[in-house]
């Protein structure tokens, strides 16, 4: 399975940030397979921002729940992250990740979670700046 991830490196405050994830190697609607999106701010931990299962229920941080909107692409196998309002406290590399093992499902920021991740896009920058 391979996830890779596109799109803008470069944002001003308060625009939306949308990110597509294309996944090659299984489909996302596979049945018991979950799709996450998870970033990295400079100096800080890896943070879980929410996932998509293969039925399309999806699963948000609590914290940035009222910012983003994950939904999907079943015809070209893709799914997409969206955070609007964006501020430069979400400067981040942002990745798409996906366990191998059918039924793991990571739905929360517990400590931990990026072990349930076997599969990781390359990560692509986002710098909000004005």
């Known amino acids: 399975v391979q996830l890779q991830e596109t799109g803008p490196g470069l944002l001003n405050p308060a625009q939306t940030l949308s990110l597509i994830c294309t996944v090659s190697g299984r489909s996302i609607t596979t049945n018991s397979y979950y799709w996450g999106w998870i970033r990295q701010a400079p100096g800080k931990g890896r943070e879980w921002l929410g996932a998509i299962a293969f039925s399309g229920l999806t699963y948000y941080n609590p914290s940035l729940k009222s910012r983003t909107a994950i939904f999907r692409d079943t015809t070209n196998n893709q799914f997409t992250l969206q955070l609007t309002a964006v501020t430069p406290e979400d400067t981040a590399v942002y990745y798409c990740?996906?366990?191998?093992?059918?039924?793991?499902?990571?739905?929360?920021?517990?400590?931990?979670?990026?072990?349930?991740?076997?599969?990781w896009g390359q990560g692509t920058q986002v710098t909000v700046s004005s």
């Open positions: 990740a996906a366990p191998a093992t059918r039924g793991v499902r990571c739905d929360s920021n517990a400590q931990g979670f990026t072990l349930l991740y076997d599969y």
